[in-house]
């Protein structure tokens, strides 16, 4: 069936907003994301001032929207995985309840940056990308974090929220280097979300040995010793 004349425009305005996008992204790689103009991106992107304006007020409404399209998205895709989540059960049931496998919004995380490639490399990127944003991003990852750690009955206390900031450092720390590598890295996602599982699985694990193992506290205070 042929396209309307009203889909038509509509899919060939979006393919021009999607590369004002693109340009201003390979910029970003460059420059300073506020040290952008509109010309340059107009320049870049072969188009006038004037189809720039159609679709953003300026360059901050451009970021803006850019940014709430991509947390939005990230939310959906943690949303539609919630259901997955893996049960919450008496600690003391570690050995036969715990699901080793890693959660879902570990490969969520990476299908996410997969297919915003470019627009995650440069916002995160340190020199030139947008801090606003990327604590934006973490403020969601932690969230998710932490909803995995209460479905699992690891403890909300001061050693949690060390976790979780480590967690969502190695997350970001991990996905740039496998995105920047181009696929060619020393750690396949596969590798990655391993690794990350290992961390996760190690902190249940450890909260199951102080509920239950008597020596744990002796164990655990002569393994501080000897580490300082």
Not at 9 to 30: F, G, N, P
Not at 41 to 56: D, L, P
Not at 182 to 191: K, M, N, W
Request: glycine share 4%; aromatic share 10%; hydrophobic share 35%.
């Amino acid at each position: 069936m042929e396209k309307s004349s009203s889909t038509r425009k509509s899919s060939k305005s979006e393919q021009t907003k999607r590369h004002i996008v693109a340009c201003y992204l390979s910029l970003m790689r460059q420059k300073q994301w506020d040290r952008i103009s509109v010309i340059e991106i107009c320049r870049t992107a072969e188009i006038t001032r004037g189809t720039f304006y159609q679709y953003f007020g300026d360059i901050y409404d451009l970021l803006e929207q850019l940014e709430q399209s991509l947390l939005r998205d990230l939310s959906e895709r943690y949303a539609s995985c919630s259901k997955e989540a893996h049960r919450q059960w008496p600690i003391e049931s570690f050995p036969t309840k715990f699901n080793y496998s890693p959660p879902a919004m570990f490969l969520v995380w990476f299908d996410f940056c997969r297919d915003h490639r470019d627009a995650v490399l440069a916002l995160l990127d340190r020199k030139y990308g947008d801090a606003y944003f990327v604590k934006k991003l973490k403020s969601l990852m932690n969230h998710e974090i932490n909803r995995m750690m209460d479905h699992e009955g690891t403890p909300n206390d001061e050693l949690r929220e060390h976790f979780v900031h480590v967690f969502t450092e190695l997350h970001l720390l991990s996905t740039q280097t496998w995105l920047d590598s181009g696929g060619e890295a020393p750690l396949s996602v596969d590798d990655i979300v391993n690794l990350l599982n290992t961390m996760r699985v190690g902190s249940v694990y450890l909260r199951y040995k102080e509920a239950t193992d008597p020596e744990y506290s002796r164990i655990m205070g002569t393994a501080g010793v000897e580490m300082r």
